[in-house]
């Protein structure tokens, strides 16, 4: 983060720079905060807080709802009452201690340097970008939608018992709180910039370099002595490297789910993550469906769903390809235990061995879809797994729905599903939950070489990552 003084600024990337009075902050991490945003200013006081704000909606944090909070000069933001000690504790906090969230918990002194601001937002464009970070995070909340926020920024702030030299060691870091009252989600975004100290005097911290002592704290903490969550790194001189470190893999960024009785880590889909196209766990989303809906999706994120062709040719395409996995639960006895199934070369495979959780996988090396021109034509290959390579007969087939019959032997419609089927239909996912065949239709949910053509998988996962 740089400065430019100025006597008037405009920001015209709203998520890179920030007018704060006669100041120009730039950022890649944090959210407009200051005057120009419509920001308020903590007192410039000592172990203080903003005093008790009254929000607009009764926030959801570890199961309690909230309608007034504190933003601490040391760093946090508490629900209830101020918490102004300037050493952090270990979580649990013991005592009668109100329910807390600490980005950066030291001892912050604003009256040797520094701001603390904060406002409630509901503006559009701030609510769209706070979605936006939230849903980069993980393909299942694409149906979370920010519609009102709390952000509190420490800027440059300093430490308590610093020299002339030490009031250049300067922290710059933010809270935001976002909500989405139609879900009931709640999350928390902590971004951080700059963090060049650790500790104040009194916390016996070194004058001059704010190092030593009580390194501070991040994390949360439910105020009941039971329930917290610390983000890796508190209270060490590791806390540091939270400026560099992030658990949704943006540098200076960490977020987390905080509505539930536990707190939830975000985590990022990148090369080592896997993106869910299709969960049927329930059996309570009737999966028969037409072209759009399977073009764009359906279902909930959390519950059973598909992603939608569209997005997944945008994963998964031929100049980005990916690895495709399934995890299938059966109970029966596999169909291919005997050995007499025959793979895409045509000869015969090993058995499958029976396993006693009824839990198996098949996942393919190579994987993309075309575009919907081609009616996303599927490419697969490179089979590895305990269930059996029942997909093969898909390679280099087009999507089929009910009302766009790309089989030519309306196999939706006598399936019951949608599917790149081919001649044999080994592999019928999306037709009728806990379905037989040979009952007087064909509905099954078949993984031939671990099923046969009578019986369902109970449960399958399908997912994906880039190569």
Known sequence: ??????????????????????????????????????????????????????????????????????????????????????????????????????????????????????????????????????????????????????????????????????????????????????????????????????????????TDTGLGGTPALAGFDAGDREHFYKIPGSKTPDVLNLVDTSNVGAPGRYIFKINSAEIQPATKNN?????????????????????????????????????????????????????????????GKPFASDGNWHGPSGKKVDPILERSDGSYFAEYSKFFIENEGENFRLHVSEYAGNAGDSLFTGDGKEFTTLDRDNCYWKCSERLHGAWWYGVANYVTLTSVWGGRAFTGDDTAMHWTSLTGWEQSVTSVEMKVKPL
């Open 1 to 206: 983060m740089f400065h430019v003084d100025m006597e008037f600024s405009r920001c015209l990337l709203p998520l890179l720079c920030v007018s704060i009075g006669a100041s120009l902050v730039m950022s890649e991490e944090l959210f407009p905060f200051g005057l120009t945003a419509g920001d308020s200013l903590v007192p410039k006081k000592d172990d203080d807080s903003s005093g008790p704000i009254s929000i607009a909606i009764k926030f959801p944090y570890f199961g309690g709802n909230y309608s007034t909070i504190f933003v601490n000069t040391n760093g946090g933001v508490s629900f209830e009452k101020a918490l102004t000690a300037y050493t952090p504790e270990d979580f649990p906090l013991q005592g009668t201690k109100p329910p807390v969230l600490t980005a950066y918990w030291g001892d912050v002194d604003t009256t040797r340097g520094g701001e603390i601001w904060y406002r409630e937002e509901t503006r559009a464009a701030q609510l769209d970008e706070v979605t936006k970070a939230i849903r980069s995070t993980d393909d299942n909340l694409i149906s979370f939608k920010a519609d009102w926020l709390f952000v509190a920024t420490w800027d440059r702030v300093t430490f308590y018992g610093a020299s002339k030299k030490g009031r250049e060691k300067r922290n710059t870091f933010q809270v935001v709180l976002a909500y989405d009252s139609s879900s009931g989600a709640a999350f928390a975004l902590m971004n951080y910039d700059r963090l060049e100290w650790t500790s104040g005097t009194s916390s016996d911290g070194h």
């Open 271 to 331: 090369a080592g993550d896997w993106t869910s196209v299709m969960s049927r766990t329930h059996g309570d989303v009737d999966f028969y469906r037409d072209w759009q809906q399977y073009k764009d999706g359906f279902g909930e994120s959390g519950g059973d769903h598909w992603l939608g062709l569209s997005h997944l040719h945008e994963l998964c395409n031929k100049d980005s390809p990916c690895c495709l996995r399934f995890d299938l639960r059966y109970t």
